[in-house]
């Protein structure tokens, strides 16, 4: 038994067990009610193999891609999101990075790990980076937590500062690709005290939430600058439209 299991029970009276999105009780910490749980939308299947758009039945096949993959590859190898973000999501994140309810990492990251492939080899989990200023004012990063977590999980090497923001940038929502690229230029780059172990690299780029992939490939031009061999992205949570 470990000390986590033998405080259970103590840990459960002083603070019973409650979904963070509803506030009905639960029978043990760490998940969601029934009714939250169905409200999740995990991607469905057929999906490009790439990116994870939804294909039609008539286009799948192992290694689909989806069209604008053709027609201009991306810099990742893949994306692994737990979630697509909805309602439900969108409150569970609020609740874990706002609400400032840490403990939720270890539940989101077993999602994401749901739905990640086999890794084979050695690989860095690197968290996407926020601002000093950001950092300070909210007293963690929410994507170094879920990395953290995941790393524990399936063996990966925590690399929690191999990206640095270096240019505190507004809220991206509502700006065009262009205005986007613009605001992150120069924002983000690979941490030079880590730029060894990045080199050559099986890198897992992890985040809360993906929107408009403006943030993640700002992260992913940086590690490739540096020489990773792969990037991967995960996150808890992707705006995906056409998928819901």
Known sequence: MTLKQAFAPLV???????????GSALGEQGGLCVSCWSELVIPGEPACATCQRPLQASEAGEGSRCAPCLASPPDHDGI?????????????VLTFKHGRKIALAGMLARLIAARLPTLEGEW????????????????FNQSALLARE?????GLTLLVDGLVRRKA??????????ERARMLAGAIEASPARLAQI??????????????GATTQACIRAL???GAAKVRI?????????AL
């Open 234 to 242: 995960a996150c808890f949570a992707r705006v995906l439209d056409e």
């Open 12 to 22: 459960d009276l002083i603070y019973p067990p409650r979904c963070p999105l509803c």
């Open 224 to 226: 490739r600058k540096a």
């Open 169 to 178: 940038t507004p809220p991206l929502g509502g700006l065009g690709r262009k």
């Open 199 to 212: 080199k050559g690299a099986q890198i897992l780029l992890v985040d809360d939430v993906m929107t408009s």
């Open 150 to 154: 995941l790393a524990k999980r399936d």
């Open 80 to 92: 692994s999101a737990a979630t697509l973000y909805n309602d439900a999501s969108r409150k569970l």
């Open 124 to 139: 860095l989990a690197v968290p996407v980076p926020l601002h000093r200023r950001r950092l300070w004012d909210r007293g």
